[in-house]
């Protein structure tokens, strides 16, 4: 399935798309749909960091959010201190891919299994909202920054040009913007994906034990992939912040690890289109859901969970690839008569 | 000598919390090898059960002892049969379902009761040793604690349930050949691993009082100890209690609560880099 990624069409099909996105939407929608859709390309970036290390690397983490706040706090803080935005967001990818691979060390080189690496990841990210609720009172400040507590950060710049503090970015262009980098984070993880390094990742995810037999050093090799997706994550969390020019300890909650989670798991574990997909299908129906108010919303993504797992386990895109396959597999069979074919 | 005291007695009451906490899940752990990521809610539903029964007018004692196991581990097993027996076999599936499971219960508690506190009264009062006032209730859950673990041992090492037990957890396979249902002891086991647990949330709800979201507190300890225990359930449960339970306590009378919780973590994280089984996986290996 992985062969050469630019002979792909579907490859282009998707680049394509998301360029199509990026220019003709803001001219055929309001200012208002534009800034709600940047949301989702947001947390399109998010899913895509757990869908890369979860659906090619098999590393089922159940913190994500973790990276995704670290990467928000270090945003906001460094922004706030530096006054521009290109190098906080240097460094809101920097830092959380730096803290992954330090957290991945512990957990590869310790060669833990997948429930404790489930476990300890998810305590981690416990800790971290802990913490950041932690610290409301004025001693709490990095810089010129106060971390605020519960209260979280508020009146995070808005992002600039490079090298111009003065020239902000208005919704428009921060959604194209944000497209931009959604496609850039897309077309680099399939060529990682298809590159030598991918190749060995799936290899262990399907064995690893044979993976190492056959001389891969599969304790570094998570590592890696599990850092690139820590500073991917950071990365979205850096564009949450500035989108909504104000942080919380939420960035870091249970609930948001979950969501990224559950679009992975809707949209298909093993595909980059489908935590997309999963996104705007989930974040769509929670923005149905949520105007009805009767019922509570980590319940509803609760039983999503559920019955994803019970009844979907491989996902939506996956599934229908599949059926695709199948149906164009019959209708060959049936016009050459019923010889099995390739 | 007064504080050395009251220190030394808040250093046993940490680990005794600890254990109290984790028993139930590592119960689960030991037997089936996953982890019920709903734990912090079952523990909720335990106190939740106690404080609703106890202002309706029952006695405090019967709804901490009884009701609570009672009500949780029949939930436990309505969990097992609908959704954890189709999950044999794929863990980490099951580890998600039961997250999904943890996030419906939170959110379907807030919806019936309010994101509240609710309470019922500590009972005993306190006492003074020296300056120092120490509630009663802190001997009750050392002596709770005391008293959960030397009942799972006696089950295990004195009864033939406990042999069933101890045959599935070692070999599956095998005992399966000889005859025994293990669904049906994996069924069971899930039941009194959330019986235990009620009892655990049951007895902590004086102290902490009720709020839907109380599990999140919680389950971040219950995890690491059992994690850092490894697969025995009392050594495990038992030595990793007393080595976390005395460090986060450490701390946290040095720097406050929630640096004692960060030690809890850094120092489990440490110690899995050298025992990746846990410590039963390497130390106490044929202990239970």
Redesign the interface.
Known sequence: MEKSVLRDPGFYVMVAIGLAAMLILPVVLDMFTIMQITQYVVLAVFALSLGYIWGFGGI?S?GQAAFFGLGAYTFAVAAINIGETTIPLILAFAIPCLFGAA?GY?IF????????L???T???T??FW??AN?TAGPEYAIGEARLGGFNGIPSIPVMNIPGEPEAMLDPVQMFQVFMGFLIVVYIVLRLLIASDFGRVSIGIRENETRASLLGYDVRRHKLVVFAIGSGIAGLAGAMWATYQAFIDPNAFS??MS?KA?VWV?AGGVGTLVGPIIGVILLQWLTLKLGTMEL????????????V???AL?KGIVPTLRKLIVDGWTLARRKKTGGKADE | MDYTLVVALEMIRAIAWLVLLASGLAIIFGMMRIINFAHGEFLMLGGYTVVISTNAGVNEWVSILILAPVVVGVFGIIVERLVIQRLYGRILDSLLATWGLSMLMMGGVTMIFGNTVQGVSTPFGGMKIGAYQVPIYNFVLIGFAVLVLVAIWCVLKFTKAGLIARATMQNADMAEALGIRTRWVYMTTFGIGSAITGLAGGLLAPVTGVVPTMGMNLVGQSFITVITGGASVIAGTLSSATLLGTISQGVTFLTGPVYGDAALLVTALVLLRLLPQGITGRIFKRSL
Do not use: C, Q, T, W
Not at chain 1, 109 to 116: E, K, M, N, P, Q
């Open positions: 089922l159940f957290l512990f080189y310790g060669r833990l299994s997948d429930v404790y489930g476990v300890v998810m305590v981690v416990l800790l802990k913490l932690h249970m609930e979950a989670l798991m019922l509570n919303s980590l319940a509803v993504l609760g039983a999503i969970m559920m994803l797992v019970l386990p």
